[in-house]
């Protein structure tokens, strides 16, 4: 627990240094803030209750962070993105494979060539 601790006060620094105005500042604190009223309780008669906030501290951050992960991920671009580049790389004489190859290589995406041959004669249907 010790550690955790520890990473959740050296988060809250971190918050606090890189924030760029004074908002982001209020917000973490008052992130720290609605934990400690919780912790501070009469009811909560733990012996580390004043760690245990920073503890979930970490935890709220965690969680924030993945929800920044998966709006990141929603962003991510797919062959369809691409199709303009298809085109250019045809009229360079390029192959479908050779497309196919440049995207997995290049991009990162795994896209057949059969697949992006449609998607180009799909868009100069249009």
Known sequence: MNEIVKAGVEKFYQDIMASDNIEDIKKHIDDLLKLT???????????????????????IDTRENKIKRAVEKEKKKTYKDYISKFIAL?????????????????????????????AVKEFENV
């Not at 009223?37 to 935890?59: D, I």
């Not at 290589?105 to 896209?111: L, S, T």
């Open 37 to 59: 009223y919780r912790y501070a309780s009469k009811k909560n008669n733990r012996h580390n209750k004043g760690l245990k906030v920073f503890e979930e501290y970490l935890k």
């Open 90 to 118: 045809r009229s360079k004489n390029f192959s479908w494979q050779k497309i196919s190859d440049y995207m997995q290589d290049r991009h990162n995406i795994k896209v057949s060539r059969e697949t992006i041959r449609q």
